[in-house]
Nanobody, 114 residues
Framework: VQLQASGGGLVQAGGSLRLSCKAS????????MNWYRQPPGNEREWVAG???????TYVDAVKDRFTVSRDNVRRIMYLQIDRLKPEDAAVYYC?????????WGQGTQVTVSS
């Protein structure tokens, strides 16, 4: 299983980004997928998830600004981040669970300038 996260960068507060997580080695359409983030000096935290059926869930802090989606044909999960805030700065990771084991992408850095 491999997850390749991309799309991070330096963005001004109030701006937008779209992160991508491309999966290989799994039957993507059958798996729930999740986004996590790890701010500098803090623990990794769950941010958003999307089930195999397309149901989405979010942590309260982001639910009006983040949108998670998936393209089962391209095997990519997305995270649209709008109205970026300084506290959104973090390394963003995608995760999938298969056969009871967690598989993580390598992370993509989001930096927010104020």
């Amino acid at each position: 299983v491999q997850l390749q996260a991309s799309g991070g960068g330096l963005v001004q507060a109030g701006g937008s980004l779209r992160l991508s997580c491309k999966a290989s080695g799994i039957n993507f359409k059958l798996h729930d997928m999740n986004w996590y983030r790890q701010p500098p000096g803090n623990e990794r935290e769950w941010v958003a998830g999307i089930t195999s059926g397309g149901t989405t869930t979010y942590v309260d802090a982001v639910k009006d600004r983040f949108t998670v989606s998936r393209d089962n044909v391209r095997r990519i999960m997305y995270l649209q981040i709008d109205r970026l805030k300084p506290e959104d700065a973090a390394v963003y990771y995608c995760k999938v669970q298969r056969s009871g084991a967690d598989f993580w992408g390598q992370g993509t850095q989001v930096t927010v300038s104020s």
